[in-house]
């Protein structure tokens, strides 16, 4: 059962004569110590005429806390002091943490150096829920800043479940967070749970910066950890919100920035059977993390050592991010209108080993765009699985480097305008740059400036292959050793080694005397300001390198002492 703080009757009238002293537009402030205090504070705030402020004395407050609209306005909840001493907010494993009951008022939330652990919900929102519904209501807006989620316990949104106008959640952590049903509820269609482990968000406009999301608990002592049991969380970590408008434009985008996603794995668990205990791994997730934001900015994250059945992105802007040690039994899929995907890192990505599931039926980093795209001065490195572009409009790929990269082509193109420029392949499979065009008929490709060889023990396959015909197909000053044929325009292209540095650790840099320095065309692709992966300008002593590295002697591999690209 449920269990609420109800307040002290003298502490309740105590804040409600305090709240009698202030005019109806003042705001109030109250200074709080004990549970009691805090939960009379709540509901006090709820319908006293102002905008309200909670200071809590550092330390523990146990119970169940929950605070009812009975009005538009603000409320700050927040610790006293500089945040060197915490506030916990303690469920005690009998109900949720915090409830915040908007009603269809609109109300403007903030929280600040509060840790909220050990709350357990039926229904949504272990550590806190905060969902404002209804077309007709006024817009909630919540804000967090270094907020604690650990060791909370629900059916969906353990740590955080909120649906609001806006969210903007601030160097927080996410820890611990599990599954929890009611012992005593029907199981039937457990597996096809929709719910989250650390967070379930929704809101128009997300601002998410600088948290940290890290491993989800076992499920808590009394569910049925049958049928994948991790599956009833269906999400590690969930947020939706706004899209684009009809033209396609991202008016108020939203920003995901500076964030950790690290350790969300499987777990094994220990599970009773016919001939005795046997270990057992659990899949954790449909999707370890969903950004369903088409109209996002994701900036600068860490995607690290995470394990599920896939990741998906939706966004306008994924740029300079950290993928790196994923295991996924299907892919890392990213989506949306037009696409700018430039200066990430996507290394040492795998596959579970899941042979029930039908692996290999899709390649490990799908993409897929409605507008006009680029994809820029990325580096994937050591993946299980070919990265697969589907462009219906224009894309550019452009200074991008590929290493390691293990299926049948390494990176494939599917779309009706294609322009490939200055990209570095290392092929480790039968097929390096792959373009199909034989659905589009109308279909335009250029392949210009890059460089696709194989590794030393690749013998047969093609390094550049276009599948079907369309209108016009160019394949000009590139460096590869084997490519289809029937271009419409076939010139200016090497078939010599090009030199690159190491291509064991990835490395696609070339050695000094390499025939792909200065040997590139410019033909107004780059301009002055151009830089490539390493961050040197494009053109160099006149003249543009083939594939994605521009010779730099200033930026030469730090073991290369004398210059001459040897160690």
């Known amino acids: 059962m449920n269990r ?15 709240t009698l002293l202030q005019t109806s537009a003042s705001a109030v402030t109250f200074n709080v110590s004990n549970a009691d205090e805090f939960q009379a504070a709540l509901t006090t705030a709820g319908s006293n005429g102002g905008d309200d402020e909670i200071v809590l004395t550092p330390g523990t407050y146990g119970g169940n806390f929950k605070y009812t609209a009975g009005e538009s306005a603000a409320l700050t909840i927040r610790a006293e002091g500089d945040g060197e001493e915490r506030v916990v907010l303690d469920g005690e494993l009998r109900a949720y943490v915090l ?42 807006n919540l804000s967090l800043k270094n907020v604690v989620f650990e060791g909370n316990y629900a059916k969906d949104g353990a740590g955080l479940k909120a649906s609001v106008s806006s969210a903007t959640i601030e160097s927080s952590t996410f820890m611990n967070n599990g599954f929890y049903r009611n012992p005593g509820s029907s199981t039937d269609g457990a597996a096809q749970s929709d719910g989250s482990a650390h967070l379930r968000l929704n809101a128009e406009v997300v601002n998410l910066k600088d948290s940290y999301f890290g491993q989800v608990a076992l499920p808590l002592d009394g569910t049925d950890p049958t049928n994948d049991f991790m599956s009833q969380f269906r ?41 005795g205990s046997y270990q057992q791994d659990a899949l954790a997730f449909r999707d370890v993390v969903e950004l369903q934001i088409g109209c996002a900015h994701v900036e600068n994250n860490v995607f690290r050592n995470l394990e599920g059945a896939g990741i998906t992105l939706s966004f306008e802007k994924l ?8 295991s996924l039994t299907q892919n890392i899929y990213l989506s949306g209108g037009g696409l700018q995907i430039e200066q990430n890192q996507f290394r040492n990505l795998s596959r579970l080993n899941a042979p029930s599931l039908g692996i290999g039926s899709q390649s490990m ?3 897929q765009h409605n507008f006009e795209s680029k994809i820029e001065r990325n580096r994937f490195d050591q993946i299980e699985g070919g990265l697969d572009l589907k ?29 490939a420029v200055n990209n570095s392949i290392s092929r480790a499979g039968t097929g390096g740059l792959c373009l199909a065009v034989d659905s589009y008929p109308d279909a335009v490709v250029e392949v210009i400036n890059n460089v696709v060889w194989p590794l030393p023990e690749i013998s047969e396959g093609l390094d550049i292959e276009r599948i079907g015909y369309g209108t016009q197909s160019t394949l000009k000053n590139n460096i590869y050793q084997t490519a289809s044929e029937l271009w419409d325009v076939s010139e200016g292209n090497i078939q010599v080694d090009p030199g690159f540095f190491d291509t064991e650790t990835g490395d696609l840099h ?15 692709f780059f301009g002055s300001s151009d830089l490539d992966i390493d961050g040197n300008a494009r053109v160099l002593d006149g003249a543009i390198d083939i594939g994605a590295y521009e010779r730099s002697v200033a930026a030469l591999h730090p073991a290369d002492t004398n210059g001459d690209s040897s160690i």
Do not use: W
Request: glycine fraction near 16%; hydrophobic fraction near 40%.
């Open 319 to 326: 740029v300079g991010n950290i993928f790196e040690g994923i």
């Open 4 to 18: 609420e703080f109800k307040p002290n009757i003298g502490v309740a009238l105590l804040f409600t004569s305090l």
């Open 391 to 419: 462009s219906y409009s224009k894309v550019s790929i452009v200074g991008n480097s590929l290493s390691g990269v293990i299926d049948s082509c390494s990176l494939r193109v599917e779309g009706k305008e294609i322009l």
């Open 235 to 275: 999400y590690a970590i969930r947020v939706s919100g706004g899209g684009y408008t009809t033209e396609g434009s991202c008016p108020k985008p939203s920003l995901i920035s500076g964030n950790t996603f690290e350790g969300i794995a499987r777990q094994g668990i220990t599970v009773e059977g016919g001939l």
């Open 99 to 140: 409830k915040i009951v908007p009603n269809c008022f609109g109300l403007d939330l903030k929280i600040e150096g509060i840790s909220l652990i050990a709350g357990r919900s039926d229904e949504a929102g272990g550590g806190m829920v905060f969902e404002a519904r209804g077309f007709d209501c006024e817009a909630s």
């Open 510 to 524: 070339v050695v000094e005397d390499s025939i792909a320095i200065n040997a590139g065309i410019e033909d107004g």
């Open 365 to 367: 980093l799908q993409i």
